[in-house]
């Protein structure tokens, strides 16, 4: 039934040492989106892929990468994570572009990431 | 770019009581306003949305307007019940962005 998935759900890295989080999906969508949400805050877009063409937002800093390999899933790379990256990373999709009369992006559980 | 103001940050409400959350955004052009729920823990689940063309769309006990003139929507949740307990999240989308704004959250605590 789940349909955007995330794993893992909790995530313990050491600082410095580079991270993966996996996001997939069974909508078939063909936007995917990686926002970072940290406590009590709104959730912060990252990026998004629109298929395999990369949006990244102006102010996501360098240390944040993603990658998408195909339309069911979408990865995000922390290369050398800092304790200022510990928060809850959501993944989200959409079918199309927001903007578009089709509109709505659905969110994954989301995974904890712990920077020791 | 769209900015949205979301009111209170903080709200409770009696159990059987109604709880409102409203909303504010700037970009005209927006015509597309989810309302997401956030368990603790866990992923925003969306509740309910409306689009531009529409003043009021309802779902059971939650119902959702839209005021474009003034620029504002808001969320009603009628006799409320402790699972409704969370944070509350509006957005706002419009076509000249290919993302969704959102306000910073009001998290409603229903008291028994």
């Known amino acids: 039934d789940a349909m955007v998935i995330q794993n893992p759900r909790y995530q313990v890295t050491q600082f410095g040492k580079p991270v993966t989080l996996s996001c997939s999906q069974t909508l078939n969508h063909n936007v995917m989106y990686w926002y970072q949400q940290k406590s009590s805050q709104a959730p912060k877009l990252l990026f998004h892929y629109y298929d395999k063409d990369f949006n990244n937002e102006a102010d996501t800093p360098d240390n944040f990468q993603s990658r998408r390999p195909n339309t069911s899933f979408c990865f995000l790379d922390i290369r050398s994570p800092g304790l200022g990256d510990a928060a809850m990373y959501l993944c989200?999709?959409?079918?199309?572009?927001?903007?578009?009369?089709?509109?709505?992006?659905?969110f994954g559980p989301g995974t904890r990431l712990t920077v020791l | 770019g769209e900015n949205v103001e979301q009111h209170p940050s903080t709200l409770s409400v009696q159990e059987g009581d109604s709880a409102v959350i409203k909303c504010t955004y700037s970009d005209s052009a927006s015509n597309y306003f989810p309302w997401y729920k956030q368990e603790l823990g866990k992923g925003p689940q969306l509740i309910i949305d409306?689009?531009?063309?529409?003043g009021e769309k309802k779902d059971q006990r939650i119902a959702v307007t839209l005021n474009k003139t003034a620029k504002h929507f808001s969320l009603h949740i009628t006799e409320t019940q402790p699972e409704d307990s969370a944070v509350y999240f509006c957005?706002?989308?419009?076509?000249?962005?290919?993302?969704?704004?959102f306000g910073k959250g009001t998290r409603l605590h229903i008291l028994p």
């Open positions: 409306i689009r531009s063309n529409v």
């Open positions: 989200a999709t959409s079918r199309e572009l927001m903007g578009t009369s089709t509109d709505t992006q659905y």
């Open positions: 957005a706002a989308s419009s076509p000249r962005d290919d993302k969704i704004i």
